[in-house]
């Protein structure tokens, strides 16, 4: 008898494809520490631009993830945030942040380098 191909879950694969997109998960992660403005967010994730930034909160809003907030002062001031659904998360980055810790690239190279002096 032939063993069943495992199926891939519709709902799993698009919530991995959203999360899972460069610099997506470094926006979650700041917004989980604290609401953000635009240029906050870009100068503390290394390499991204001004246009990737903005595609990746866009995105995030109309999934539901964020909230932007238009503070209406002068000059206007944007804040973004997560929204419950976009903290619903947090569960998900601590758990991803502690197998970094204990498995991460940096883990993998040191254990290389002793394997390659031995």
């Not at 494809?17 to 870009?42: D, M, N």
Request: glycine letters at 6%; one cysteine or more.
């Amino acid at each position: 008898m032939e063993a069943k191909a495992p199926e891939l879950c519709a709902q799993f694969h698009q919530a991995i494809e959203l999360i899972g997109k460069r610099w997506t998960g470094a926006i979650v992660y700041l917004l989980l520490r604290s609401s953000c403005r635009f240029a906050t967010l870009r100068d503390a994730i290394p390499d991204i631009t001004d246009r990737m930034l903005s595609e990746r909160l866009q995105e995030l809003e109309q999934n539901g993830i964020v909230s932007r907030t238009v503070v209406p002062e002068t000059p206007v001031r944007v804040e973004y945030a997560l929204t419950k659904k976009g903290r619903a998360l947090a569960a998900a980055l601590d758990a991803i942040g502690e197998w970094a810790h204990a498995w991460g690239a940096k883990g993998a190279r040191s254990k290389s380098r002793k394997r390659a002096r031995a």
